[in-house]
């Protein structure tokens, strides 16, 4: 702890690290761990629009390479 490197879509990527901080703060508060963030670096993806829409597998709209 803390995690080297954190990389997802944002919409995951902000409920993850609020949750992670939170648990951070959280076990630092008890004297569980020493670290003030749970990640050293974050990444967050954009999205990949189609059509104006998400691109998914599971709406069927992805391009074949």
């Known amino acids: 702890m803390p995690v080297d490197q ?9 409920l ?3 949750y992670a901080r939170f ?3 959280f ?8 670290a ?6 974050l ?6 629009l189609k059509d104006g829409e998400v691109m998914s597998k ?3 709209n992805t391009v074949d390479s």
């Open 6 to 14: 954190y990389i997802r879509r944002y919409e995951h990527a902000i």
């Open 27 to 34: 076990l630092k508060d008890l004297g569980l761990v020493d």
């Open 58 to 60: 599971s709406r069927g």
């Open 16 to 18: 993850h690290l609020l």
């Open 23 to 25: 648990f951070t703060k």
């Open 43 to 48: 990444l967050t993806q954009g999205m990949v």
């Open 36 to 41: 003030n963030e749970p990640f050293v670096r």
